[in-house]
């Protein structure tokens, strides 16, 4: 046989294509599944945005690249990509079916954790000014905007760093996604030392009182309430507002049944596989094999933990205020990684007194979590979009 038919053959495999890069990302999708899987780590995104990694990464496939070509077909993740996620599409359809999951009844109940939700924020803010600080490490260079889309991963909210990062990054998006999703898993890890180390035995043992009985009338003006203020107020944060309080109101109008499951089951299902898949294709290897990919994974880590002291130390103003009747461990559940968090504040009271249940407590400033992680996406849209 021909030599150069032989060697064209054996340039058309993937063996010739594959780089130390693309094998190293090949490798990155492995463990995100692994993590997934066996470790049960974020399932729902780690599973698909792992295998989009290695998608992504197949040489001379073309699944997630543009067309050659004007005229030509592009990779169909990258059309996944272009349609779902560049739009904004996905993660504002991520966000009405998490509203419609969420019941917003304990902070309507107790409307004061709004500042627990508000205080949890800071953590954002801080690692903003630490991306703008890491530019003096050689091989980083973070502008004004890919700092912002860095800093929300402090919000925990995993549809909203997408979101942002879409409208701000798109090229870090791959970086900040894994980041934002694998320390929403690292929750019971991360939290707990934080909570043991900001507060007293004598504050985790505080028995709070039963949460007043919420009627379906707050129920259904509050989204709407909560909606007329982020269009007054702050516009740019309407489309993650918006959806949320939308979803929220197909749970509580409780004359769309079908709607209300439709949103919580197949359509937040249906897209959160093209959602994973989407963001996969942000991690080939051009693209995530970078120094910049360790200064996000480290800061996403120090915005996670500011929140979390934050809003634990509103918690423990807010103790002093009232006389200890609230429990200052529920501002932890502040950093929005619902309902996660508020499950660690719970399992962390009840190691302290077992006859303490911070559960629906705690869902207050998780809510207000939600909400003031997208003020604060919407915020920095504002200014930097």
Known sequence: MDGNLLLKIWQTTGL????????IMVLVGAVLIYLAIARKFEPLLLLPIGFGAILSNIPFAGIAAAAPMPGQPAGFLYYVFEVGIDSGVFPLIIFMGVGALTDFGPLIARPSTIFLGAAAQFGIFASLLGALAMNVIPGIEFSLKDAAAIAIIGGADGPTAIFLSSRLSQDLMGAIAV?????MALVPIIQPPIMRALTTKRERAVVMQ????????ERILFPLAILL??????????????????????????VVERLSKTAQNELINIVTIFLGLGV???????????LETLGILLLGLAAFCIGTAAGLLMGKLMHRLSGGKINPLIGAAGVSAVPMSARVVNKVGQETNHHNFL?????GPNVAGVIGSAVAAGVLLAILG
């Not at 010739?16 to 094998?23: K, N, P, T, V, Y």
């Not at 203020?229 to 516009?235: I, V």
């Open 16 to 23: 010739a294509g594959f780089g130390l890069g693309q094998s």
């Open 179 to 183: 980041a934002a999703y694998s320390y």
């Open 359 to 363: 559960l629906m407590h705690a869902m």
């Open 280 to 290: 996969g294709t942000k991690l080939a290897a051009d693209k995530f094999l970078k």
């Open 210 to 217: 039963q949460l007043r009985p919420v009627s379906h009338l």
């Open 229 to 254: 203020l982020c269009a007054l107020l702050l516009p740019s944060a309407a489309p993650l507002i918006g959806s949320l309080t939308f979803g929220n109101l197909l749970r509580e109008s409780g």
